[in-house]
C-alpha cells in the first residue's frame, strides 16, 4: 500500500476508500481471490471502482469527480456554505422513485378504507420513511416523499365514488383532523 485506505461498513455492504488508485485495484483484485477460499462471490454489478476525488480548487468539477450510491443514499461533492468541498448525501433517485411509487399504489388499493385507518397507516409509511433518510443535507428529498404522499392520498379519496373530487381545501380540512408527520432531520451525520 502507497497511501492511506478506509472501510465504512454496515451489515454485509461495505465502502472502501484509497488514496491510491493502484492499491485500490489491487484490493479489488485480492477481495476477489479472499471471497472466493470462503466460497463466496463479489456481485459485479454493484461493485464498481469509482475515482471519487475533491474537485480541483478552481471551480471546475474535472473528471472522475463521480458520485456513488451506497445504503440508498447518494454521495457527492458540493462546497459547504463557507466555500470548502465536502462530502454530502441525498435519497438516492432509485430509492426516492420507489418510495414514491409505493405510497401511491397503497393509497390506490386502500382508498376505501376508514379515514381513521388510511391516516393511521399512512403515518407509519412516512415516520419510517423520513426516519431513515433524515439526514442533514436531504432535507428537500423528505419534503418531495411527504407533498407526494399528500397529493397521493388527496387523489385517491377523490376517486373513492363517481360523485365528485375533493378539493384541495376540502382536503386541507380533513389535514387539520388527521395531519401527516412533517419531515425532519433526525441524524445529524
Known amino acids: 500500500m502507497k ?3 478506509f472501510l465504512i461498513r ?3 455492504d461495505f465502502v ?4 491510491v488508485e493502484g492499491d485500490a485495484r489491487r484490493i479489488l483484485e485480492v477481495l476477489a481471490k479472499r471471497f472466493g477460499r ?3 462471490a463479489i456481485h459485479s454489478e454493484k461493485t464498481a471502482l469509482i475515482r471519487f476525488r475533491k474537485p480541483e480548487s478552481n471551480g471546475e468539477s474535472g473528471s472522475g469527480n463521480g458520485t456513488f450510491d451506497f445504503l440508498g443514499f447518494t454521495h457527492y461533492w458540493t462546497r459547504s456554505r463557507r466555500g470548502a468541498w465536502v462530502i454530502k448525501r441525498r435519497t ?7 418510495a414514491k411509487k409505493s405510497l401511491w399504489q397503497w393509497c390506490r388499493s386502500n382508498r376505501h378504507r376508514p379515514l381513521k385507518e388510511q391516516h393511521r397507516v399512512l403515518c407509519h409509511k412516512l415516520r419510517g420513511h423520513f426516519q431513515y433518510y433524515a439526514i442533514r443535507g ?6 418531495t416523499i411527504f407533498m407526494h404522499g399528500k397529493k397521493a392520498w388527496r387523489y385517491w379519496l377523490s376517486r373513492r365514488s363517481n360523485k365528485s373530487c375533493i ?3 376540502k382536503f386541507e380540512r380533513v389535514l387539520l383532523t388527521y395531519p401527516l408527520p412533517r419531515p425532519r432531520i433526525l441524524h445529524g451525520i
Open 3 to 5: 497511501g492511506r485506505c
Open 92 to 98: 438516492a433517485r432509485k430509492r426516492l422513485r420507489r
Open 167 to 169: 378539493s384541495w381545501e
Open 38 to 40: 470462503f466460497g463466496l
Open 16 to 19: 472502501i476508500g484509497c488514496e
Open 138 to 143: 436531504n432535507s428537500g428529498r423528505l419534503e
Open 10 to 12: 454496515f451489515a454485509d
